[in-house]
């Protein structure tokens, strides 16, 4: 059953989110985690965790317990995209797209409508295929080219 100190809490940090209030949300999740962790009659509502964690990530810039923390949550509750996307926000937010990407698919194999989600996915682009397809992506003559092949198109 859910406390409902807790839903409350974890409700106005939902708000204050979507309004791009960052500490005021952190301060709501942590509150809901911390109601849940007193009361300990179930455990950890994994959605706490993870909104916990992507607000940690990028109030507190502490990427690596951020990371943990919506890690927890999706090993906890599989089956949630939601969990999947904040997991994937927590590693864009720490410069590491490739996990990002892979979090974003596996959320949409939950919903494959999700739009925050697509929006996300959206705004990290496409990767262009690298310049010599025999090399590795990240072999130093292909990052040379894929550089000097972008600025010949941002020069067009």
């Excluded at 409350?8 to 500490?23: F, H, N, Q, T, V």
């Excluded at 949550?73 to 089956?79: G, I, N, S, V």
């Excluded at 720490?94 to 979090?103: Q, V």
């Excluded at 698919?105 to 996300?120: A, V």
Aim: glycine letters at 6%; proline letters at 4%.
């Amino acid at each position: 059953m859910l406390n409902p100190a807790a839903e409350k809490s974890y409700e106005k940090g939902l708000d204050a989110l979507e309004r791009i209030e960052l500490k005021e949300a952190l301060a709501y999740f942590e509150a809901a985690v911390a109601i849940e962790k007193r009361s300990r009659k179930a455990p950890l509502q994994p959605r706490y965790l993870s909104y916990y964690g992507l607000c940690i990530a990028l109030v507190g810039k502490q990427m690596h317990s951020a990371a943990k923390l919506c890690t927890q949550a999706c090993a906890t509750e599989r089956y949630n995209p939601d969990l999947e996307w904040n997991l994937g926000r927590v590693f864009l937010a720490a410069g590491r797209r490739k996990e990002a990407h892979a979090a974003f698919l596996r959320g949409l194999r939950q919903e494959r409508r999700h739009q925050g989600i697509w929006r996300e996915l959206h705004r990290m682009g496409v990767r262009r295929r690298p310049v010599l397809k025999f090399l590795s992506r990240t072999n130093p003559l292909n990052m040379f080219l894929g550089r000097k092949r972008a600025e010949g198109k941002s020069a067009a």
